[in-house]
């Protein structure tokens, strides 16, 4: 049985404009503009044609960027908003946490705001009382639950909000990245009981942009871009082509700053030094980022590889040369350097034209923009080109780790340090 179902789904806003701020439809009809005013362009179209059905006690996940039409299925599903055209069918008690405080008054305390949700939710005041200390108890609010709701910071109002949708004892439960505001301590308390949740077998319709946590607690998943579904399926699959997009759309833009800062003459980055030097007696020509596969790019993984090809042209022969190269992150702070010469190479001697490729099989680096630093030199340090912050990539990632670089690693623990492993990636 389906638990949720959406069917050819549309939703059309009209779009904001400052030219309409102050006009009423009499006003259109009296200036002779209404149909100016409705024109096809002031739409906006946040959900086209949209089809999914949600199997009863699945968890079922729906990924995108900002503006993807993600919050609006949700509303729709809820009934907080109605389609524009198609069918919604939900089957069962809903409790939706979408918007943070949504419900809630803010004059008054969070005892009436609890009793004022629960009667919203279908509970009567008696069943509300009954689990009143178990919703208080769970949000952490006992010292704060008389105290009027404006006085609550936004993890309270998470921990207050998703504490009543979850004592309600929902069929369905609707969430919508409020996790994203909770106490580093409390999160992990709402993910357990969406496991618990899980066990139960209640549907859970949940939006996040915090992917690992979809794959991890999500059985399909559902990536939408501009309001349609792009693809649905098993988890790992599904997001993995939605950061195949981004990582395009990265590639795009980065690829499109570097051509405008090249065409200007401007840094990409603003305040940071970026020159050459030397007399060229050797020159570095064309530099190109590439893929392991060769393919240039521009946006990496950490798992990724990166192959840095150099074009050098010799104007005489010589026989005293070094290539370089140096890694930096956006702070300026080198996160590598190696130059031939420091590897024990033995130069013989370059004449006319040539090409060095310097691979690195593995980045392991953190999220950022890197700068990198390449050169051709003499033993003793004189160089004959060097090109200083020319040449940028970014490292795109999951994982939440800090500092400069990923080193592999692993953990290990004594039989007496009881931890959970983490989930195994699909």
């Known amino acids: ?35 100016k005013s409705l024109r096809a362009e002031e739409l ?12 009863a006690g699945s968890t079922f996940g729906v990924i995108g960027e900002n503006g993807s039409g993600k919050s609006t299925l949700l509303k729709v599903v809820a009934g907080i908003a109605k389609p524009s055209a198609g069918e919604v069918t939900v089957r069962g008690k809903v409790a939706a946490l979408i918007e943070l405080g949504a419900g809630f008054h ?22 509300i009382s009954g689990k009143f200390e178990d919703i208080v108890r769970f949000a952490e609010l ?10 609550y910071s936004s993890g309270m109002y998470m921990r207050l909000g998703f504490s009543i949708a979850i004592n309600v004892n929902p069929d369905v439960l609707l969430i919508d990245e409020v996790l994203a505001v909770g106490d580093a301590s409390f999160v992990p308390k709402c993910l357990d009981r969406i496991d618990d949740f899980r066990r139960r077998k209640k549907t859970i319709l949940f939006v996040s942009h915090d992917l690992q946590t979809v ?13 349609r579904v792009r693809a649905l399926g098993e988890p790992k699959r599904t997001i993995d082509l939605y950061l195949q997009d981004v990582a395009d759309k990265k590639e795009a833009e980065f690829s499109r700053t570097r051509k405008e800062a090249d065409l200007e003459h401007i840094p990409a980055e603003e305040g940071r030094r970026e020159a050459r030097w030397g007399k060229r007696e050797v020159e570095i020509g064309k530099v190109v980022l590439r893929s392991l ?40 702070i080198s996160c590598y350097g190696t130059n031939t010469h420091l590897e024990d190479f033995r130069p013989r001697s370059l004449e006319g034209r040539g090409r060095v490729s310097f691979r690195v099989d593995r980045l392991n680096l953190i999220n ?6 390449v050169a051709v030199h003499k033993t003793d340090g004189t160089p004959y080109d060097y090109h200083r912050n020319l040449y940028t990539f970014l490292v795109s990632s999951l994982h939440r780790d800090v500092g400069i670089a990923r080193p592999p690693h692993r ?16």
Not at 28 to 35: N, S
Not at 107 to 126: A, H, P, T, W, Y
Not at 142 to 151: H, L, N, R
Not at 368 to 373: E, M, N, P
């Open 1 to 35: 049985m389906k638990a949720i179902e959406v069917v050819g789904v549309s939703r059309v806003y009209q779009k904001y404009s400052a030219r309409h701020r102050f006009q009423t439809f009499k006003s259109a009809l009296l200036k002779g503009d209404v149909f």
């Open 44 to 55: 906006v179209t946040a959900l086209d044609d949209v089809t999914l059905r949600v199997p």
């Open 106 to 127: 803010p004059e008054i305390s969070g005892r009436e705001n609890v009793f004022i949700n629960g009667i919203m939710l279908g509970l009567s005041k008696k069943e």
């Open 142 to 151: 006992e010292e704060f639950i008389d105290a009027p709701v404006k006085t």
């Open 215 to 227: 794959e991890k607690i999500c059985d399909r998943v559902a990536w939408m871009k501009n309001g």
């Open 293 to 332: 596969r060769g393919e240039p790019k521009h946006v990496f993984s950490p798992e990724e590889g990166l192959v840095v090809d150099l074009e050098v042209r010799a104007r005489e022969r010589v026989k005293d040369f070094v290539f370089g190269i140096g890694l930096f992150n956006s702070q300026g």
């Open 368 to 373: 950022g923009t890197y700068y990198l630093d």
């Open 411 to 426: 953990w290990r623990f004594s039989p007496s340090v009881k931890i959970l492993p983490p989930r195994k990636r699909r």
